[in-house]
Structures are given as structure tokens and as C-alpha cells.
């Protein structure tokens, strides 16, 4: 998540050579078929899409402001025009992992920031009543937070049984006024699109190896994905400093209280992970999207070209399909290598 100040010097690898590159199942392109290439731009981390009346809307970590790309076609959005909505003028610092949402009749995007006060950051949400999220006025509305206003980034929406959560990445209060840097991934129903009812309630800690390297220990990045009975919540583990920044999956019937603990099952394994052979390191904080014509699954997510290029700019956006296995559980594959010729979205 940090973007420069955690970021190790990059440098030529002592590591052995790569072995052949595995490539996820995509269906390789036919003569004239229209295809794209990954990075879809140069630089991009956190990216995140959402999908309304035919546009796709795209984000990611700038940093310093927060910036809106609108397309018809997600193969298209490096060249799609950039607009700076919201600039933090001195207020805030450290803006990070911006999610825009459609919710009953008005734009939300609910990002990171440090307020240079009170022990760092915290979620924020921005309203703008247009009907096109480039135009239109967007405000400040406020803090997203229960009321133990604790450390949090990260923040994104969970629809389920009718009602949406928040669910983001924070910090343990052991009293006092101490609290613990490993980062947990909570949940708290939510009363508005701008507010939040009850208390946070824990559903994941590092707890396996793979979600333990680097310092601090890390689950960050939760995002939503329904499919069939299943309700998944798809994070990123380990620090974002190391290579092995990875994403994890939490699993929970789609008719369960997502407010229960007990409703998640952790998979033991990483869901989706670096593969050198593809110039793919850390991969991690994602997104989901729909192809146009509404018959793929794509995942979005950020990764690193080179070794050791930790938490910054380096990371870059990039997209492929991926399947779902007999069992319902998602099957991402592996990172498939930048250049490589991939058939666009279906329908575009």
C-alpha cells in the first residue's frame, strides 16, 4: 500500500533462471481478433473498476490526489482522458486505494489518507450528485469510521442479504491507546452510503507464513466477488515492501451474517501470486469487472516488473480473465507476462 517511502532499491536479481513461463487458460487470439496488452498504463497501484450504463470507471493510488478515467472498453482505458476530482490542499497526505460507487442516485468514492493527526490514517468518502462522475462538483462528506476511530485503509463495500457493509484493513486496539501495526480486515454495517452503525467486527488476521513476510504482518485490500452461493472477499497479504505480496480468499455462503467470524473460511493457500518468469512481483490489492457483454470474469490488480521494487510507483495495472472451478471457488491463474497478446474483453 505505502508508495515510495517503504520501497525497496530495485536491482538485477541473484536468483537462478526462471523457469518457462505457466500461462493461465486464455483462449489466444485468431488472425484479426482484437487484443491488448498488459501494463494497461505505466503506472497504477491499487487499481480498481467499476462498471455502470456502459462505462467502465477506473482509479488507482496517485499519492497526492484522486483521479477518474472513464471508457467504453477497459482494453482502452491507458489512453482514456484523466481527471483530477479532488486535490487533499494541504489537508491530507498519503492518498491512497480509491473505489468509486454508484449508490442511490449519487457517486461515492471512499478512499485512504492520512490527516496528519490522531495516530495516521483513516477512510474518507466524497459525494457528487451528477449523473456523470467526470462533472459535476464532488465534496468532502467526511470520515468513514466506527466509533473507536482507529487506524484504517482500505475501505470497500460488501453487498449482501440486502444490506452493505464496509469492510477495510486496520489496527487492533490493545487499550490505552496502543495499537498494534499488523493489519486485520473488519467489517461494520453500514447506515448509509456515508456512515457507519455498530462496531467494527474482526473476520481475518495474518496468521499463515505466506501472509507473514515483511514487516508489518499485512491483510489489506479486501474486495467483494459473488459467484452462485458463494460470497468471497479476495485481500492482499504480506507487505507490500517484499515480492511476496500476494492475495488471499475469504469464503462465506451468500445468505450468511457477514457480521458473524464464524461465517469466513480462510483458504490456507494464496489464491494468486508473483511468478518472476512473467516479470510479475507482489501482485496484489484488485479489482473485479464484467466483459461488456456481461459473459467473463477479469481480474485487475497491481504488480511490480522487477525484484524488489517494493511500495512504489513501479507497480503497475494490470488485467486478465479468469474461471471458475466445479467446486464454485475461483481459479485466477497465474500473472500472465506484460506484452503478451491477450484477446480483449468479450463485447468490446
Excluded at 62 to 67: A, E, H, T, V, W
Aim: proline share 10%; charged share 20%; net charge negative.
Amino acid at each position: 500500500m505505502l508508495l515510495g517511502v517503504l520501497a525497496c532499491g530495485g536491482g538485477s536479481s541473484s536468483d537462478p533462471a526462471p523457469a518457462p513461463p505457466i500461462l493461465p487458460p486464455v483462449t489466444p487470439p485468431t488472425t484479426g481478433a482484437a487484443t491488448f496488452k498488459n501494463p494497461l498504463l505505466n503506472s497504477g497501484p491499487d487499481p480498481w473498476v467499476y462498471q455502470k450504463d456502459g462505462f467502465y470507471y477506473y482509479m488507482s493510488t496517485s499519492g497526492g490526489d484522486l483521479r477518474l478515467r472513464k471508457t467504453a472498453k477497459m482494453s482502452e482505458v491507458g489512453s482514456a482522458p484523466e481527471k483530477v476530482i479532488w486535490t487533499p490542499n494541504g489537508s491530507y497526505r498519503d492518498i491512497w486505494a480509491p473505489e468509486i460507487y454508484f449508490f442511490d442516485g449519487k457517486w461515492y468514492v471512499y478512499f485512504s489518507a492520512d490527516p496528519m493527526c490522531c495516530g495516521g490514517h483513516r477512510t474518507w468518502v466524497l459525494e457528487n450528485p451528477a449523473a456523470d462522475p467526470t462533472t459535476g462538483t464532488w465534496s468532502l462528506i467526511g470520515k468513514v469510521a466506527t466509533s473507536d476511530d482507529k487506524w484504517a485503509i482500505d475501505g470497500t463495500v460488501l453487498e449482501q442479504n440486502g444490506q452493505r457493509y464496509f469492510v477495510w484493513s486496520g489496527h487492533k486496539d490493545f487499550g490505552g491507546g496502543v495499537e498494534n501495526e499488523t493489519q486485520r480486515l473488519y467489517i461494520a454495517k453500514m447506515s448509509s452510503p456515508t456512515a457507519l452503525t455498530g462496531e467494527r467486527v474482526e473476520i481475518s488476521q495474518p496468521t499463515y507464513g505466506w501472509e507473514k513476510t515483511g514487516y508489518p504482518f499485512v491483510n489489506e485490500g479486501p474486495e467483494a466477488l459473488h459467484h452462485g452461493d458463494k460470497t468471497f472477499i479476495v485481500y492482499s497479504a504480506s507487505h507490500c515492501s517484499t515480492d511476496d505480496y500476494a492475495l488471499g480468499l475469504l469464503t462465506a455462503s451468500s445468505t450468511a451474517d457477514p457480521l458473524k467470524p464464524d461465517s469466513w473460511t480462510k483458504t490456507a493457500t494464496p489464491v494468486f501470486t508473483k511468478n518472476p518468469a512473467n516479470q510479475a512481483y507482489g501482485p496484489g490489492h484488485n479489482g473485479f469487472f464484467k466483459s461488456k457483454d456481461g459473459t467473463q470474469d477479469w481480474l485487475i490488480y497491481h504488480a511490480n516488473p522487477m525484484t524488489g521494487q517494493g511500495c512504489s510507483n513501479s507497480r503497475t495495472p494490470r488485467m486478465q480473465p479468469f474461471a471458475w472451478k466445479s467446486d464454485g471457488m475461483p481459479d485466477f491463474g497465474t500473472p500472465v507476462a506484460p506484452g503478451t497478446a491477450l484477446p480483449v474483453p468479450s463485447g468490446e
